[in-house]
């Protein structure tokens, strides 16, 4: 049995044999490649990308394009794909995930799927670990595709570029195929929609997830930057798929409404009267304002018109004031207890602390019991690493380890995980564990070892769990007087130019396991000089010192693949102490006994197979339990991530269409047909057929002609006597028809008061484009934060014998029917009351009275207890300083304005 077998199983080296003849075919065809002149291959490259969009199969071009890629990368940066990488990149087309080893050189390997893939015109995606990286990989290998024909774009925090082509053209240079630093000259400063205009984009998996959210969050086509979601290669994949996926990406706003507005509106609300001003039904829970008490509320306000001047979230809390005034009472709905508001559930009579209405409802409900009123942070966009890449419509990844991690990469994100072998032979001794009594024995051992190699000029790289732990060993080598560097993962530029040189004659290095990570670590340090190669690699090349085991196996492997690249020669081990928190936490009781009873000297280490083994079997505990959180956290979130599409579809529908006349009538349809059902269907208990009640519903969305009214009452009456089908469809069919009439109107209303300019759009269609927009934002927003509640409230309640998941989804599903109604309803009342407005201005659809100042959010990246804060940007992705003009539009500086 060969290696491979031995170590990755039949089917994975029957798989990789069948991709034999295939790997032949492109290395025949680059021989023939390596005989056309730099302008053939280009024109080449650009006929394979017509024909591909002409609607050719990617898979019958695989080995030509593979072999132009080769060719190309062996002119631009004289490296050949080795036979493995071919296979790489054929798994990663495949939308597979790949395994190879540290140093094998995946960045060459994915250029040869991102260029096939790239033919297809739709933009493909390479997700880097952090921005250091999307900009270093860019420029590296923005030289193949540059030479092929293909545009490149790099995402970053606060900029975006492309690849320059014209300093490309001009300066053949080699430095910067070696040198870490990053030549920004090949920057082309872009806005960040080009970038993503790109064939071929780099960027962080944090980056294009916000930019996916802000884009649903966009009040314009042109605002949006990204064009969709097609083919996606993931470097590093298991840090991104799976240890980052356990906290989603969040954009939040602290609620920026004041709480003065809840109180002025609940004593607002104290000069109205019922049936003149405003309409309550009882029944559906309602409250609706007529243009009567629209007008008194202008008037008390001193505006023009609230619609516009307030937006429709003012109207709405308006309402909802009214709602605590006459629908909620005391002690029946709600109680106050210790300065607070709690809502009874009205099924079961119990108290839910905790949870809050939506919609104002319940501040305005604080605002009526003179309690403090509370502010909420908003959670405005959200979704999961998982949610977000499985939306790609071909997901592919690369690492260095994910063997283990196979069962999470196939049940979450439906990817095989095939393991390829090295491209040499792979020597690194991996030794065994050194066990301590504690961790003082363990630390002074560790810089002993450290010492020794040192005096032999053996580099040392030194893996720690934390940045604190690094301090302590760095205090201990200091000490000793021993020189070395520390990095901590913070400075990613800087810290790759360090970790570069770990590989230097007598470098020591200690990093936390994130640091520096896929820079390659060459011996004999960076650039690259065959002598001092060699006389590290006699020295027995860079040694791998772990301080502790982490939680997961899979990073005990990242830390050890730092050594050994491409056959060098190489050595790891780790050090553990009794006291260590994988020890103290999951180690058994049974190994504690046998350190005790052997007796030893703090610095005498064991190597036990016994607790060896038992390492990995705590580990394995650990992973298998992380791996239950982030597929409990991935179960509640595919059910928000159902309403998410459907949401962000229909949102998108709406900023596309130049039509919105169709839609908006619908609603109305609908929303009438549901108001003359719920009234008059009730016929089993004819106490509840309600005449008056329809007619004024119906009166607070429009206004009634005398004649219509007795027309509609005259109907009524003949469903009261008969309740047929027939008759109420006569009824429904009259009042839309009255709707419709109503609506044409308020067209040409507002047409003869706004001059028409020929190529700009309708300005009704703007106007309702403005409504239904901030309508869905507003309720989408709001409907984050219930579900929010709902799940930490099914946490903390327990439901008895009942799966909170099935609870979750049951009251989830409710949840979102209401929601659905909630925006028809609130763009239906708005609609008819726009037209009152004395004058409306172009600039209307600009000011976005509503939505806009929800964005006055800054982005948070939530992890249990830690926030991180992304800066604030403007819509071409620059930085915004404090004192430079606000990205909201106000005209006032910055710090006055949105920052946070
Ligand atoms: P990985 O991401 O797999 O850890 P890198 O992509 O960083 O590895 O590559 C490691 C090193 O190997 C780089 O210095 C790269 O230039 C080199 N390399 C990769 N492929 C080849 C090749 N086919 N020929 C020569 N050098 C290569
Ligand atoms: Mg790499």
Redesign the pocket.
Known sequence: MGILSKLFGDANKSFLNSLKPQIEAINNLAKDYHKLSDLELKKKSLELKKKVQKGLQLNDILEEAFALVKEA?SRT??????DV?LMGGIILHQGQIVE???????????TLAVYLNALEGKGVHIITVNDYLAKR?AL?MGEIYNFLGLTIGIIQHNASFLYDIEKDAKEKDKIR??DLLIIEDYLKPVERKEAYQADITYGTNNEFGFDYLRDNMAQDLEKQVQRGLHYVIV??VDSVLIDEARTPLIISAPAEESTDQYQQFSQLVNTLTENEDYNIDEKMKACTLTEEGIKKIEKALKIDNIYEQRGIITVHHIESALKAKTLFVKDRDYVVQDNEVIIIDEFTGRMMPGRRYSEGLHQALEAKEGVEIQRESMTLATITFQNFFRMYTKLAG?T?TAATEAEEMAKIYNLDVTVLPT?KPFIRNDMKDRIYKNERGKLKSIVKEIKKKYKKGQPVLVGTISIEKNELLGNYLKKEGLPFNLLNAKFHEKEAEIISQAGRKGAITIATNMAGR???I?LGGNP?QKKKYEEVKALGGLHVLGTERHESRRIDNQLR?RSG??GDSGSSQFYISMEDDLMRIFGSERMKNIMDKLGLEEETAIENKMISNSIEAAQKKVEGHNFDIRKHLVEYDDIINKHRHVIYNSRQKFLKTKETTPFILEYINKEIEEIISFHTLAQKNIGDFDSQEIIETIKSIFTLKREEEKKIKKLLEKIKQSNSHQKRTTLIEYIQKIAQEKYQELNSHINSQIEIIEHLENPLNLIEKGIVLRGIDTLWVEHLTIMDKLRTGIGLQGYGQKDPLVEYKREAFDLFNNLIISIRKQIVYAIYKVGLAPKITRTNKEKGSGFQSLKKGVENREESDKVITAKARDAVGKKIGRNDPCHCGSGKKYKKCCQP
Do not use: C, I
């Open positions: 990368a940066l004289k490296q050949r794909h080795f990488q190879m080893k540290t140093g094998e050189g995946k960045t060459l390997t994915s990989d590296w195929d070696e470097d590093e690369m260095g491209n896929g820079v390659d060459t690259f693949g690249r491409q």
